[in-house]
């Protein structure tokens, strides 16, 4: 249980263009999804949080205008990284979190999407 | 806000020897901490977890211990195996507000 899936694992795209990037979980509603972006041999630095029909909160430092954020049902949500430049090249990592029933809310992570900006 | 630090940065351990890592956090409001693994290329995955009311937690192989006092928290490997070979986070979380801090990583080698 617990599985989200990211689409694409690898994008490669020219510098100028739009990508977007669906996260999914598979089998549990999702009541907040999460987007990471990870550097080579760094942490996980958290983007933005995604909560279902309503506006992403954005982390100090992240342009909303540049990575727009959807989160369309409790199952979907999705990052579209505008007009992309080779410093956009990252690893991008969403989670999806399951809470409620008194439980603490955990988060499962897909396996990421490469993004390769030429 | 939260501050989680993570030690050690790189760790080579020999087959079925123990490994610790460990992390500290600043925010004495933080309840949950989870621990994840990630392989190379893929995203990180939930290992193990424990939260502010309890102070051991086992899994197999696996184990966290936290000391609320000290703001403090560890997770232990025995008989480590090839296949423990991946870099693992440490995370602090305040339940209620869902949003994770992580560590900086350890990466942990398995020598056969």
């Known amino acids: 249980g617990a599985v989200v899936s990211q689409h694409p694992s690898r994008v490669i795209c020219k510098s100028g263009t739009s990508v977007k990037i669906e996260c999914r979980s598979l089998d549990f509603q999702a009541t907040t999804m999460f987007w990471y972006r990870q550097f080579p041999k760094q942490s996980l630095m958290l983007m933005a949080t995604?909560?279902?029909?309503?506006?992403?909160?954005?982390e100090q430092g992240v342009e909303k205008d540049k990575f727009l954020i959807n989160h369309a049902s409790l199952t979907l949500s999705t990052l579209t990284v505008t007009s992309a430049h080779p410093e956009d090249s990252s690893f991008y990592i969403c989670s999806a979190s399951i809470s409620g029933g008194g439980q603490y809310p955990k988060q499962y992570f897909g396996p990421g999407t490469r993004l390769t900006v030429l | 806000g939260e501050n989680v630090e993570q030690h050690p940065s790189t760790l080579s351990v020999q087959e079925g020897d123990s490994a610790v890592i460990k992390c500290t956090y600043s925010d004495s409001a933080s309840n949950y901490f989870p621990w994840y693994k990630q392989e190379l290329g893929k995203g990180p995955q939930l290992i193990i977890d424990?939260?502010?009311?309890?102070g051991e937690k086992k899994d197999q192989r696996i184990a966290v211990t936290l000391n609320k006092t000290a703001k403090h928290f560890s997770l232990h490997i025995t008989e480590t195996q090839p296949e423990d070979s991946a870099v693992y986070f440490c995370a602090a979380s305040e339940g209620n507000f869902n949003k994770f801090y992580f560590g900086s990583g350890t990466k942990l080698n398995v020598k056969p």
């Open positions: 995604s909560n279902e029909g309503s506006k992403a909160t954005y």
């Open positions: 424990i939260r502010s009311n309890v």
